[in-house]
């Protein structure tokens, strides 16, 4: 495979991917956000039907999160491979401003995928935290309606 090749997959394959996983994140949360706020818990005869509508997208949520450093280690292994055939291909003297550019390919795929993972696992850790708030707040108008009569 050729090395310019290479160089695309990690470019824009893997950067690209990384690209739009962020923007399901930040989409998927702001749905989530917006849908939590406006939620009326006295729609919801059953608990199941509540958890079904609370729990929508935040799986995804959760996917993007665990998966996307995986993603920039695959660009970031690629780049590295990449970097020992431009060394394995040079007879004479080495050219270090090559070699660097694809460490640093390398380390932008890992970045990548760590700027992408942080906010998709913090938007899912307070979206949680809030769906876990609103089922007690369910519970609560529940138990009192029954009390009542």
């Known amino acids: ?18 690209l739009l996983m962020s923007v399901a994140t930040f989409a ?3 749905e989530r956000f917006l849908f939590f706020r406006s939620i009326d818990l ?9 958890e079904l509508d609370l729990g929508r997208n935040l799986g995804a949520l959760a996917t993007i999160g665990s998966s996307a450093p995986y ?3 695959l660009g970031t292994v690629i780049a590295i491979i990449l970097t020992f055939y431009v060394i ?5 003297a ?6 660097m550019k694809n460490l640093a390919l390398a380390l932008k795929a ?7 993972a942080i906010p998709a696992t913090v938007f899912y850790n307070m979206l949680m935290d809030r769906l876990d708030q609103l089922l007690t707040r369910w519970e609560i108008l529940n138990d009192r309606r029954d009390t009542d009569a």
């Open 1 to 18: 495979m050729p090395i310019e090749t290479l160089k695309n997959i990690v470019d824009y394959g893997i950067i690209g991917l990384l």
């Open 94 to 99: 080495i050219d270090t401003g090559e070699i």
């Open 28 to 30: 998927y949360a702001f």
């Open 88 to 92: 394995g291909e040079q007879k004479t």
């Open 71 to 73: 993603i920039g280690l």
């Open 42 to 50: 006295y729609q919801y005869p059953s608990r199941k039907m509540l």
């Open 110 to 116: 890992t970045a990548a995928g760590l700027v992408v």
